[in-house]
């Protein structure tokens, strides 16, 4: 059976649009790179009109490109870099393990990989901690990213588009220390930037508190954070900056296994967080 017939049966009654757009994508592979109108239509079982409807989206969004000689099609370089993103989260998730033990190990407490999904952070992988009295954090769960530590961890090493596209869509709140406004996380994000940690302190749950630490990729970018949560009452401010000391020695010895360049840890992004305050400044007015 051919990819493109497989992408079709998975995905069902979905919209017509949207799956002759993904097996016009695994219609390509190392055998033939490089298709023409006419043989996408024919591989596909669909008329022309909506081979070329399809493959002009896909060509806008950087996802195909034609070839100005012959009119034929390849995959684009948007395609190699969903590849690469996947590739950097999945050795993230496969090496960092055994870091995550360490940290449990090491601070007793409970520790965590995550991942920013859109608007939410994942937590892709958990490790117990020794306390008889400790945070339960499951695989899987889903947060919202201005609350916890590992959201404010990736946040403030992202660039700058994608911290105003997160202030755009509010701020929930969901306990009494939930930040709320805007500028209010933009601080926080700065002083995150500089100390090289993120600190939750009942900002989603009131009992509980966490501290956070980016983790990079080859391309220097924050591919997900590493930390630990546990009781408010054991974690205040101050052992949350003393345990930060262990989760930046995980951190960074993850993010050079990862390929990030050295001393590329809690460096300073160029979000310019004065920038953004000044730009939303300017639309509000």
């Not at 980016?214 to 924050?222: E, L, Y």
Request: aromatic share 4%.
């Amino acid at each position: 059976m051919r990819n493109s017939e497989s992408v079709k049966r998975k995905l069902g009654p979905a919209t017509p649009a949207i799956l002759n757009a993904l097996a016009i994508l695994e219609s390509f592979d190392v055998e033939t790179p490089a298709l023409s109108l006419s043989e996408i239509s024919r591989r596909l079982g669909i008329a022309k009109a909506s081979a070329f409807r399809n493959l002009n989206a896909l060509e806008q969004g950087g996802y195909v490109v034609k070839d100005v000689r012959d009119g034929s099609y390849s995959l684009g370089s948007k395609v190699l870099d969903l590849a690469r993103r996947f590739s950097e989260k999945d050795r993230f998730l496969s090496i960092g393990g055994a870091h995550l033990r360490e940290l449990s190990r090491v601070t007793g407490e409970t520790s965590h990989l995550a991942i920013m999904d859109g608007r939410e952070i994942v937590y892709v992988d958990v490790a117990e901690g020794s306390h008889r009295v400790r945070a339960v954090v499951s695989r899987g769960d889903r947060v919202p990213g201005h609350c916890v530590a590992s959201g404010k961890a990736i946040l403030a090493f992202s660039d700058r588009q994608r911290v105003t596209e997160f202030l755009a869509a509010g701020l929930a709140a969901f306990t009494p220390g939930t930040i709320t406004s805007p500028d209010g996380l933009l601080t926080e994000l700065d002083r995150t930037s500089r100390r090289g940690y993120a600190v939750n302190l009942g900002e989603w749950a009131e009992d509980v508190s966490a501290v956070a630490v980016p983790v990079f990729g080859p391309n220097d970018a924050a591919v997900g954070a590493i930390g630990i949560a546990g009781p408010r009452l054991r974690l205040g401010a101050k052992m949350l900056a003393h345990l930060s000391e262990a989760i930046k020695a995980q951190a960074r010895r993850l993010s050079m296994e990862l390929g990030a360049s050295p001393g590329r840890l809690a460096e300073p992004s160029d979000l310019s967080n004065a920038a953004i305050r000044r730009k939303r400044g300017a639309v509000a007015a």
